[in-house]
């Protein structure tokens, strides 16, 4: 795994360690239609550097949940397709990445 991946996927465990009663998370109703509105007041979880302009290059990243759902926006340095077999998102619910690393559908807002 790269090293972008390997931070994106750190950022995404610690997310849901706070989203998990951890700590308190970002709590939010987000409404997935297309709009960014309703991501008003979700703090900035991590902002990467321009470092990978030949693939994939996140940018921004936020996080929210609300009692049922993990919510992760992310913005992109230039246009690429985050959603390809090569770009794999994992979170590990009870932090035993051996065990039990579940692959994650990522929700698209077109």
Not at 36 to 43: R, T
Not at 87 to 104: A, C, E, H, S
């Amino acid at each position: 795994m790269n090293n972008k991946l390997t931070r994106l996927a750190t950022l995404i465990t610690t997310a849901c360690l706070f989203g998990s009663g951890a700590m308190a998370g970002t709590f939010k109703n987000i409404s997935v239609d297309g709009s960014f509105g309703d991501w008003a007041g979700v703090p900035l979880l991590d902002s990467d550097l321009l470092d990978n302009p030949a693939g994939v290059d996140y940018s921004d990243i936020y996080v929210a949940n609300d009692d049922n759902y993990l919510y992760i926006r992310f913005t992109l340095h230039a246009a690429a397709d985050p959603f390809t077999w090569q770009q794999n998102t994992f979170i590990d619910g009870d932090n035993n990445p051996p065990r039990d690393l579940v692959p994650m559908v990522l929700a698209r807002k077109c």
